[in-house]
């Protein structure tokens, strides 16, 4: 299975590091809010967003390939 990836560097740098601070926020407090930590380190981690994908956004930059 081949996925489109629309999640680039930085952006995903990002998201990886929000997601493990919200996941641990929210161990620390017992709240349900863990889950959009998960969903952030996951969509950073294989490089697509669902979210991105309607809209046509993307922050990757696909390679030339010459």
């Known amino acids: 299975m081949t996925t489109h990836k629309n ?4 952006d995903r740098i990002a998201r990886i590091i929000l997601g ?3 996941l641990s926020v929210a ?3 017992g ?6 930590g998960l969903v ?4 950073g981690t294989i490089r697509f967003c669902p ?9 990757h930059k696909e390679k ?3």
């Open 20 to 22: 493990v601070l919200v």
């Open 27 to 29: 161990m620390y407090f």
């Open 64 to 66: 030339n390939q010459s």
């Open 40 to 43: 952030m380190i996951a969509s």
């Open 7 to 10: 999640v680039g560097g930085p």
């Open 51 to 59: 979210v991105y994908f309607p809209f046509g956004i993307s922050t």
């Open 31 to 36: 709240s349900l809010w863990g889950i959009l």
